[in-house]
């Protein structure tokens, strides 16, 4: 247990002060980082030999799993909500016309919250972020050769994929460099993979990653900068929190009333886009006709993306893609209603709630840089739900930081404030 003073008497006294007390964090050990960084490069990026690193990496994290067992299970019961959606879409075996298939995909979607809970379990929000700051900075190294394929994606199936990758690699080298806590050599090694990344994202053509990485630079840099401050004044915080809430439903109520209102089909023009998304929208059209043909529990994993289901492959002929090409729908609701259904997509919902409420609610207790970056990066991986699947993934990086920043402060891995306690000071 460490302690910080408070109100401290300039001169000897037998009186008691109030010293507030913290469970110091838990000392993480190089090769357990290291490690931690390897498990996030097999799911960020394509690597050589990716399948069976990851399968390696998913046994040792049980093994630790059952050698510790009590601790994991407690930030486990306290997480409940990672694991509802993927129980029940374990068990979407029974009713999917691929049984085999979708009991081997519900394994990893059930994996996936799992891993993330035995790392939070034992290690700090600081060093996840650091882990994968030097996940990003890999990446960064392992898509540059591919320079001249960016606009195809590089090293990616996509170039939807490179740029959101990208964007958030950008996001954890600005992170660090803003961050008085790191250390000034990590800071400063840190620093030029922060225009590298954004480069690479507008070279990739992705207009959402470019929005995405604009805004979540500037709101990292205002929080540093502005944020962090106003907490320090008293009650202004809560103040400045109820003049932007009224702006907005102002704001939004008078766009809302707007005769002829035109501002998103102007806004997509805007940004190079028309009004079918790139596609997203025939896509979307189709997803709802499947869902509406098996509207409670979907038709299974991995029931519809396979080369004799019909529909999917008219998807792949219109979207230019070959046959038996497995793709996505482009939104994860959605991705979750055609293969769970309403049943699916009422828990999908609910883990999103919860894990965007944990983020919000541990922002504004400790408004930390650690804490406000995580919120920001949980804000675009939410809005990401509504243009792709991302989130609906297993063994997904960006999945596996909206789930961190919500099980981040449950675990005892972190220090933690445990209150004020008595002390008498006595001056050598």
């Known amino acids: 247990m460490t302690t910080t003073t408070a109100n401290l008497p300039a001169k000897h006294s037998a009186e008691p002060v109030l010293l507030n007390a913290f469970r110091p964090a838990r000392m993480v ?16 990026i394509p690597i050589p030999m990716e399948t069976p690193i990851r399968y390696l990496m998913v046994a040792a994290f049980m093994a630790y799993f059952a050698l ?7 930030l486990l019961l306290r997480s409940w909500p990672l ?22 995909t519900g394994i990893l979607y059930l994996m996936t919250p799992l891993i993330v809970v035995v790392i939070a379990s034992r290690v700090e929000l600081r060093i996840i ?25 590089g090293p990616y199936v996509s170039k939807n994929y490179l ?39 507008l070279m990739s053509g992705s207009t959402t990653s470019a929005i995405f990485s604009i805004l979540g630079a500037l709101a990292l840099i205002g929080v540093r900068f502005l944020w962090l401050s106003i907490t320090r004044i008293r009650h202004f915080r809560s103040l400045l929190m ?48 499947v869902s509406e043909e098996h509207p409670i529990i979907g038709v299974g994993l991995d029931g519809f993306w396979q080369r004799d289901v019909g529909m999917a492959q008219t998807i792949n002929e219109n979207d230019f893609k070959p046959f038996g090409t497995k793709l996505t729908f482009h939104k994860a609701y959605l991705e979750v209603q055609v293969h769970l259904g309403i049943i699916g997509l009422g828990l999908f919902i609910l883990l999103v709630g919860w894990c965007m409420y944990r983020n919000l609610f541990t922002w504004l207790k400790t408004p930390s840089m650690e804490h406000s970056a995580m919120l920001v990066i949980a804000m675009i991986v939410f809005a990401s739900t509504f243009t792709e699947s991302t989130l609906w993934s297993p063994f997904n990086a960006l999945a596996n930081l909206f789930y961190f920043g919500a099980v981040s402060t449950l675990g005892t891995a972190h220090r933690k404030h445990i209150g004020q306690i008595p002390a008498v000071l006595r001056r050598a």
């Open 83 to 104: 694991f509802l959606l993927p129980i029940f879409g374990a068990f979407s075996f029974i009713w999917s016309p691929y049984s085999g298939d979708a009991m081997r």
């Open 129 to 153: 972020l650091r882990c994968f700051l030097f996940t990003g900075m890999i990446a960064t190294l392992l898509a540059l050769p591919h320079y001249a394929r960016f606009a195809a994606g």
């Open 29 to 44: 050990p190089l090769w357990e980082q290291a490690a931690i960084t390897l498990w996030f490069l097999v799911t960020y």
């Open 242 to 289: 109820l003049i932007g809430a009224a702006f907005a439903l102002t704001l939004t109520t008078v766009v809302i009333n707007m005769p002829t209102n035109s501002l998103v089909t102007d806004g997509l023009e805007l940004v190079g886009k028309d009004a079918t998304l790139t596609g997203r929208t025939a896509i979307w059209d189709a997803g709802r006709i």
């Open 163 to 201: 740029a959101l990758h990208m964007t958030f690699a950008m996001f954890f080298a600005l992170i660090t460099v803003l961050n008085a806590k790191e250390h000034k050599l990590l800071r400063l090694t840190a620093s030029p993979f922060v225009p590298i990344c954004l480069v690479i994202v």
């Open 68 to 74: 510790n067992y009590q601790t994991v299970i407690t």
